[in-house]
């Protein structure tokens, strides 16, 4: 069954029992195996859809032609109309996720969003067998198996933190989420490699190619296995809670007010803004840079947003360990901003020589490392952040404030590659147009630091009840119900 995590019995708060008497209770938390396969399911979701997402873009040109048929000229390409589907599905299915999420459980919650994902998977790979004639089917199927497979965002996106209370002891909460969330950037590095590798020798305008359903196919068979896994979980919270805050926990604020007290806390809306940029401008610019990299002479395909995501995923782990070690998410998401800003800067004045000397023998190491401290400063922001807003909202329920922060992310992300096209159009300052989009990158990653290092300034909600809860076990009932009292501010 489970094992226990507190060698002694932690006190419960005594409370009148219905005899009229005083009802002394303790409480022993404990943790269980199946947490692993409740988490697996959210991993491997969360893989395969990222992959999902990202699988075009570095194929711009090869799906233009085989799903339109035709170059984009000045219309939005296919890659970029399947990528941003993603971020605007997300930002309008995602109070559903929550909702469902938090009102249901995470074994419907887990059902949906594996089911989503695979039929979103199935159509995708429908669109792209090579009897279909009609390019406008084509890309008309692509799109609404797009569409579909987004709407699972709703779900694997708010399920880490609601998995790492439920279900997760207080020392492994931050490194369950990291293992949520870096499924994603890993399904970012497959979505980019796999693809680089297989096209390698594709031929352009081929629209009788198996290539294409091949490779759906592939995804297919990866959004299919958290599917399986779902089926086996069976309850959607485990018999004995995994810690004080987890016990404490219900849903008796209301979903709207929860929403309401999420984005009218200062410090939240600081957060909301912090992990926005931090997932947007990541992605964005990786997406964005193979244009200026190509026009500076490098051909390196997908491989510099999988350098980042795999470092990213990495050092990650080491955020994980050193948050559930240290409790000091706030020190951590500092260090990030600072790095990220720092990176991206050096990237751009790197980019910034003359393309014909770009071409050394070391330019490609060093444009590989740049990218990786993109990844290593930036991807460790969204499961730390994440887990930082549960403490700074709590008693609002997991779902719900982990959710606020993924629609304002999608919304950002949304919203950011607009905005780099845009200012790429001024053609302000440069010859090269790119250049001025890349320096509005650098002055929003430069807001970043500044909120970040002068006005994040949490408190930690949920590790205070914890330590009152254990302070129980210690004191006196009336003196530890003062300290509940005084210390825990629950509103």
């Known amino acids: 069954m489970g094992s226990v995590i507190n060698k002694e019995a932690v006190a419960a708060d ?3 029992a219905t005899n009229g008497g005083v009802a002394d209770n303790s409480v022993v938390y404990k943790v269980y195996p199946a947490r692993w396969l ?27 032609m085989y799903y ?137 305008g081929n629209p009788n190619s198996w290539m294409f359903f091949s490779f759906t196919l ?34 008796n604020i209301g979903f709207v007010k929860s929403i309401l007290q999420c984005i009218l806390n200062v410090q939240f809306f600081i957060q909301m803004t912090l992990f926005a940029f931090a997932f947007s401008l990541l992605w964005s610019l990786m997406i964005f840079l193979d244009g200026p990299l190509k026009d500076q002479g490098y051909n390196m395909a997908g491989y510099p947003t999988a350098v980042c995501a795999v470092v990213g995923t990495m050092t990650s782990l080491l955020a994980g360990h050193i948050a559930d070690k240290t409790r000091r998410f706030k ?24 393309a014909e000397k ?42 719900t404030s982990s959710g606020v922060l993924v629609i304002f992310g999608s919304l950002f992300m949304f919203i950011i590659p607009f905005v780099q096209t845009y200012t790429e159009g001024l053609k302000l300052f440069y010859q090269q147009s790119w250049k001025f989009a ?21 408190r930690y909600r949920r590790l205070e009840l914890e330590n009152a809860k254990l302070a129980l076990g210690r004191e006196e009932p009336d003196t530890a119900r003062t300290v509940v009292a005084s210390d825990i501010e629950m509103r």
């Open 14 to 16: 005594k409370e009148p």
């Open 38 to 64: 409740v988490l697996a399911v959210c991993c491997f979701l969360a893989l395969s859809n990222a992959m999902q997402w990202i699988s075009f873009s570095s194929l711009s040109e090869e799906v233009q």
């Open 68 to 204: 339109r048929g035709k170059p984009a000229n000045q219309s939005m390409e296919v890659s970029l109309v399947t990528n941003q589907i993603f971020q605007f599905v997300a930002v309008f299915t995602g109070f559903g996720g929550m909702y469902i999420t938090d009102n249901k459980g995470i074994k419907t919650a887990g059902l949906l969003g594996t089911s989503l994902n695979v039929i979103g998977a199935t159509i995708r790979m429908i669109a792209s067998l090579p009897f279909i004639e009609s390019h406008f089917i084509r890309e008309t199927l692509l799109h609404t198996g797009s569409f579909i497979a987004a709407s699972a965002q709703a779900f694997f996106l708010v399920l880490p933190s609601k998995i790492a209370e439920c279900w997760f002891p207080g020392d492994q909460r931050a490194i369950a989420n990291v293992l949520s969330f870096v499924a994603n950037p890993a399904g970012v590095a497959l979505g980019t490699i796999v693809p680089s590798v297989l096209f390698k020798n594709y031929t352009h």
């Open 218 to 251: 592939g995804m297919e068979f990866l959004a299919f296995f958290p599917f399986i896994l779902a089926l086996f979980v069976r309850s959607k919270l485990p018999p004995t809670p995994p810690s004080a805050s987890s016990a404490a926990h219900q849903n």
């Open 331 to 354: 020190e951590i998401i500092r260090v990030c901003t600072v790095g990220f800003s720092c990176s991206v800067i050096t990237l751009r004045m790197f980019l910034d020589r003359p």
């Open 358 to 399: 770009s071409l050394d023998s070391w330019d490609p190491i060093i444009v590989y490392i740049l990218c990786g401290c993109l990844g290593a400063f930036s991807i460790p922001q969204f499961p730390i952040g994440v887990e930082l807003g549960v403490e700074t909202t709590f008693p609002v329920m997991e779902a």
């Open 438 to 458: 890349l320096d509005v990158t650098c002055a929003l990653s430069l807001v970043s630091v500044t909120l970040s290092l002068f006005f994040l300034k949490p």
